[in-house]
Structures are given as structure tokens and as C-alpha cells.
């Protein structure tokens, strides 16, 4: 028991060591800047998310022309 106590007061004695060490105020990390390799990668995805929303246009609309079509057919011609 008597180890225990000296152990611990020296671990919690030790521990604010372990922090982040702060940046002095006059350096600070440099600005991120883009790259070919992110520019490479975000092509793609913008070309794919134009195409996604042309697909789903096109699909709204033939749904649209469906509802159109199945409207027309199910009221009765008038005799």
C-alpha cells in the first residue's frame, strides 16, 4: 500500500507532460492548398453527381408521361 500512494502522485505528477506543447502565436500551420491529386479526385464526382441528377430528370419525367398516358386511358370515350 505504501508503494501504491508514491506511484500514484508521481504518475498524476507527470501526466500534464503528456498535453499537446502549444504553437506560439506568430507560427501558425500553413493554409491547405489544392492539389492535382484532390482536383483529380473531385472531377469524377462532379461529373457523376451532373449525371445522377440528368437521370433522375429523365426518370421524373417519364413518370410524369406514364401518369399522363394511364390518365388518358382510364376515363371512358364519350359515346
Known amino acids: 500500500m505504501r508503494l501504491h500512494l508514491p506511484l500514484l502522485l508521481l504518475s498524476l ?3 500534464p507532460g503528456c498535453g499537446k506543447p502549444e504553437l506560439p502565436d506568430n507560427e501558425r500551420p500553413p493554409e491547405p492548398q489544392a492539389t ?15 449525371a445522377q441528377t440528368a437521370v ?3 426518370a421524373r419525367a417519364q413518370r410524369a ?9 382510364a376515363t371512358p370515350a364519350p359515346q
Open 65 to 73: 408521361a406514364i401518369d399522363a398516358a394511364a390518365e388518358t386511358s
Open 36 to 50: 492535382a491529386l484532390r482536383d483529380a479526385i473531385a472531377q469524377p464526382l462532379e461529373q457523376a453527381k451532373a
Open 56 to 58: 433522375d430528370e429523365a
Open 13 to 15: 505528477a507527470t501526466l
